[in-house]
């Protein structure tokens, strides 16, 4: 596979994609997710999108909006979309869709959406500056 076919598959810098299976002891006893579970993917998801945007450590500093809109059950995959939407001097705020989908039908949902915010920092934990949007650089 040539160097551009595989970079044509990566999401775009400041993006990230997470493709998860939910399992039982992922589930409580009517078997649908457990928030706290589907908050770790998106949190997880969501540092990833950050980390690729500056191209180094990011720390989670708020959760907003989080808003679980279908429930999600066992057996059920979940697809996350995270993509950074916003920067300031030292933060960012990224956006995180969740979809199930039920892999027998292929039918897809969107399930969850919540917005989050990361610091950028360094080595010692500090914050240090984030780069502008790739549409900011262009203005």
């Known amino acids: 596979m040539s160097d551009s076919t595989r970079d044509a598959a990566l999401p775009p810098r400041g993006e990230a994609r997470m493709l ?3 399992f039982p002891k992922d589930t409580n006893y009517l078997g649908t997710a457990f928030g706290g579970y589907i908050l770790s993917l998106m949190d997880k998801a969501a540092s990833m999108a950050g980390t690729r945007h500056c191209h180094g450590a990011v720390v989670t500093a708020r959760m907003d909006a989080v808003e679980f809109h279908v429930p999600i059950r066992t ?3 979940v697809a996350l979309h995270a993509k950074v ?3 300031g001097r030292t933060s960012m705020r990224i ?4 979809y199930k ?3 027998a039908s292929g039918e897809q949902q969107l399930a969850t959406s919540g917005s ?3 610091v950028a ?3 010692q ?4 500056p984030v780069p502008p949007l790739p549409s900011e650089q262009e203005a």
């Open 20 to 22: 998860e299976l939910v």
């Open 101 to 103: 989908e039920h892999l």
């Open 125 to 128: 934990g500090r914050p240090v």
């Open 85 to 87: 939407v916003k920067v």
């Open 116 to 118: 989050f915010v990361f």
């Open 121 to 123: 920092v360094d080595e």
């Open 95 to 98: 956006q995180v869709d969740v």
């Open 75 to 77: 057996g059920d995959a």
